[in-house]
């Protein structure tokens, strides 16, 4: 998986751009980032330079099982071909460990990115990829300044109800607790009065045909959010079937990116708009810039990849303790 042209083009660009700044500076606010600076520095590191950027930098946010520079090697032509600036996290234990603790690398990057490119940033996330963005930007105001956009791709947002329940005799990775429905950190999240904090854009992305994050059909999608453009792919290429993973390359997705940062600045500014998306948008399974055959064996191989790696995660037996700050009205 993940072994070809890519992945030793896309393993030395991971290495072009790693950030060491400080970790905090007066404009920024929230709960005190609590990862030691040099973890949270080498989990930073941008493919494509957002130094001075002319265009919206992008920070792609991976979900659970992957590392960030994993998950980028299978959309990268498509990032190469939008050309704008990229940028990633490397969480701890592939993106598997307390999501408490993860939030805090995506809160440094975002702060990094912002510092390195001087404008706002637009953050692109699958799965719990998804989640983080909004986690960040509900306790860390300082980032509503800072983020323009944040596109999410089947997102855990409510949770999802697939998968053997998680329980002492059961153990799992500690995202996995927190992203079941009805899990400590996402009743609290979910308890918290906006769903789409700040003046910032949101669209959500989600198949009906999903395999891992579910409802995402009838009254309540787990991966839609009050508050943002809630887009079903079902509804813009209608009988397309699109997997778990694949919701990251769908040529959906990417039309929705590609349409939510072209409005700033525009009068019509704010999040994707399915009416814009250009009427090819369902003549290709995949973001422009990608090959249909490779991306299909990356993505059919991928799932292995996603659980090695979980079972080689460490597991607990009880989900994480929800921490005080995250218990109080978000600021």
Same mark, same amino acid.
């Given at each position: 998986?993940?072994?070809?042209?890519?992945?030793?083009?896309?393993?030395?660009?991971?290495?072009?751009?790693?950030?060491?700044?400080?970790?905090?500076?007066?404009?920024d606010t929230g709960p005190k980032l609590t990862v030691p600076k040099q973890a949270l520095e080498a989990g930073f590191t941008?493919?494509? &330079?957002?130094?001075? *950027?002319?265009? @919206?930098?992008?920070?792609?946010?991976? $979900? #659970?099982?992957? =590392?960030?520079?994993?998950?980028?090697?299978?959309?990268?032509?498509?990032?190469?071909?939008?050309?704008?600036?990229?940028?990633?996290?490397?969480?701890?234990?592939?993106?598997?460990?307390?999501?408490?603790?993860?939030?805090?690398?995506?809160?440094?990057?975002?702060?990094?990115?912002?510092?390195?490119?001087?404008?706002?940033?637009?953050?692109?996330?699958?799965?719990?990829?998804?989640?983080?963005?909004?986690?960040?930007?509900?306790?860390?105001?300082?980032?509503?300044?800072?983020?323009? &956009?944040?596109?999410? *791709?089947?997102? @855990?947002?409510?949770?999802?109800?697939? $998968? #053997?329940?998680? =329980?002492?005799?059961?153990?799992?990775?500690?995202?996995?607790?927190?992203?079941?429905?009805?899990?400590?950190?996402?009743?609290?999240?979910?308890?918290?009065?906006?769903?789409?904090?700040?003046?910032?854009?949101?669209t959500t992305v989600r198949s009906t045909s999903d395999e891992?994050?579910?409802?995402?059909?009838?009254?309540?999608?787990?991966?839609?959010?009050?508050?943002?453009?809630?887009?079903?792919?079902?509804?813009?290429?209608?009988?397309?079937?699109?997997?778990?993973?694949?919701?990251?390359?769908?040529?959906?997705?990417?039309?929705?990116?590609?349409?939510?940062?072209?409005?700033?600045?525009?009068?019509?500014?704010?999040?994707?708009?399915?009416?814009?998306?250009?009427?090819?948008?369902?003549?290709?399974?995949?973001?422009?810039?990608?090959?249909?055959?490779?991306?299909?064996?990356?993505?059919?191989?991928?799932?292995?990849?996603?659980?090695?790696?979980?079972?080689?995660?460490?597991?607990?037996?009880?989900?994480?303790?929800?921490?005080?700050?995250?218990?109080?009205?978000?600021?």
């Amino acid at each position: 998986m993940l072994r070809s042209r890519k992945t030793r083009a896309g393993l030395a660009a991971l290495a072009i751009v790693v950030c060491f700044t400080s970790t905090a500076s007066a404009a920024d606010t929230g709960p005190k980032l609590t990862v030691p600076k040099q973890a949270l520095e080498a989990g930073f590191t941008c493919p494509i &330079d957002p130094t001075d *950027a002319t265009k @919206t930098p992008a920070m792609f946010v991976t $979900g #659970t099982g992957v =590392s960030g520079g994993e998950a980028y090697l299978i959309g990268e032509d498509a990032f190469v071909e939008y050309g704008h600036p990229v940028c990633i996290v490397n969480f701890p234990d592939f993106t598997t460990a307390d999501i408490q603790v993860s939030v805090e690398y995506l809160v440094y990057g975002l702060r990094q990115e912002y510092r390195l490119a001087g404008r706002k940033v637009a953050v692109f996330g699958i799965s719990q990829g998804g989640l983080l963005p909004r986690f960040a930007l509900t306790y860390w105001p300082d980032l509503r300044h800072k983020v323009s &956009d944040v596109i999410a *791709a089947a997102g @855990t947002q409510h949770g999802t109800n697939v $998968g #053997t329940p998680c =329980s002492a005799v059961a153990p799992c990775i500690p995202a996995g607790w927190q992203q079941a429905a009805g899990s400590k950190l996402l009743t609290t999240l979910n308890s918290q009065p906006d769903e789409t904090p700040g003046n910032v854009s949101y669209t959500t992305v989600r198949s009906t045909s999903d395999e891992t994050v579910q409802p995402q059909s009838g009254p309540s999608p787990t991966s839609s959010l009050e508050g943002a453009s809630n887009i079903l792919i079902q509804d813009v290429c209608p009988g397309r079937t699109t997997s778990h993973i694949g919701s990251a390359v769908d040529s959906v997705t990417f039309a929705a990116i590609a349409d939510a940062v072209a409005q700033k600045g525009k009068q019509a500014a704010g999040a994707a708009d399915t009416s814009r998306f250009p009427a090819d948008v369902c003549d290709h399974p995949y973001a422009p810039g990608l090959d249909e055959t490779e991306t299909t064996g990356f993505l059919t191989g991928s799932g292995t990849l996603v659980e090695s790696q979980i079972n080689a995660s460490p597991h607990v037996t009880a989900e994480p303790k929800v921490r005080k700050v995250f218990k109080k009205p978000a600021p």
